[in-house]
C-alpha cells in the first residue's frame, strides 16, 4: 500500500514549455485534490475531483488543467509554464465523508525558468 | 474571505518542554479540523483532527483543543522532542457541493533545541 504517489519529484521547465504531473492513489479514495505551495506558505487549492469523472476549479485555477483519469489516477498539466508557477505542487486524496482524513503526496518540486 | 492561520510564526523551544502551536479560522460552518506536520522535502503528514462537536482530543503526545466561540485550534505538543522539529499547519473542512476541502493556514515553524 504505497499511498499517494506523485512523479516527477523534481522538474526543470523553461517559460512556455508543458508537462503533465502525475498522481495516483491506492487507497479507493473518491475525491483527489491538486495544490501548490510557495515558499513559507500554506496549501492551495489548485483543482479537485469529488469522483472519477468530475472536476472543478479551486482557488488558483488559472494556467492549469487537469484529468481525472480514473478512479486511482489524477493529473495536473501546465500547457504553458511560467516562472510564477514555481512551487511545490501536492496531489492528495480522500474517501468521501466531511471527517474522512486528506493524505498527501510527497510533491512535485518545479522550477520555471 | 477564507482564511486560516494567516502568519508563519516560529516557536523556538528547550527539548522536553512542551509546545503550544495556536491557529485561527475563519469559516463557523466548519465541521472538521486537521493538524499537519511537515518537514524539509515532504509532503504534509497527518497528526490529529478534532470534529466540531468536540473542544478536546488527545492522542499519543498531542492534544488538539477547539474553541469555536473564537474561532481558534491549538496543537499542544508534551515533552518536545527533536524529531518534532517541522512546520505544522492546521486546517479546516469546507463542505463543497459533492465533496469537501481543505483550506489551510501559512502554518508554524516549530525549533527544538537539544
Known amino acids: 500500500n504505497a499511498g499517494v504517489t506523485q512523479t516527477p519529484k523534481f522538474q526543470v521547465l523553461k517559460t512556455g514549455q508543458s508537462m503533465t504531473l502525475q498522481c495516483a492513489q491506492d487507497?479507493?479514495?473518491?475525491?483527489m485534490y491538486w495544490y501548490r505551495q510557495d515558499p513559507g506558505m500554506g496549501l492551495r487549492l489548485i483543482y479537485y475531483?469529488?469522483?472519477?469523472?468530475?472536476?472543478d476549479k479551486g482557488e488558483v485555477p488559472n494556467g492549469y488543467n487537469v484529468s481525472r483519469l480514473n478512479k486511482r489516477e489524477f493529473s495536473l498539466r501546465l500547457e504553458s509554464a511560467a516562472p510564477s508557477q514555481t512551487s511545490v505542487y501536492f496531489c492528495?486524496?480522500?474517501?468521501?465523508?466531511?471527517?474522512?482524513?486528506?493524505?498527501f503526496g510527497p510533491g512535485t518540486r518545479l522550477t520555471v525558468l | 474571505g477564507e482564511s486560516v492561520g494567516l502568519h508563519l510564526p516560529t516557536l523556538s523551544v528547550q527539548e522536553g518542554d512542551n509546545s503550544i502551536i495556536n491557529c485561527a479560522y475563519s469559516?463557523?460552518?466548519?465541521?472538521?479540523f486537521i493538524w499537519y506536520k511537515q518537514e524539509s522535502g515532504k509532503g504534509p503528514q497527518f497528526i490529529i483532527d478534532?470534529?466540531?462537536?468536540?473542544d478536546k482530543r488527545q492522542g499519543q503526545r498531542v492534544t488538539v483543543l477547539l474553541n469555536k466561540t473564537v474561532k481558534h485550534l491549538s496543537l499542544q505538543i508534551a515533552a518536545t522532542q527533536p524529531g518534532d522539529s517541522a512546520v505544522y499547519f492546521c486546517?479546516?473542512?469546507?463542505?463543497?457541493?459533492?465533496?469537501?476541502?481543505?483550506?489551510f493556514g501559512s502554518g508554524t515553524r516549530l525549533l527544538v533545541r537539544p
Open positions: 492528495a486524496s480522500r474517501p468521501t465523508r466531511s471527517t474522512d482524513t486528506q493524505y
Open positions: 487507497m479507493n479514495h473518491n475525491s
Open positions: 475531483s469529488a469522483s472519477e469523472g468530475t472536476t
Open positions: 469559516n463557523s460552518a466548519s465541521d472538521y
Open positions: 478534532i470534529r466540531s462537536n468536540m
Open positions: 486546517a479546516e473542512n469546507i463542505a463543497l457541493d459533492s465533496s469537501y476541502k481543505l483550506i
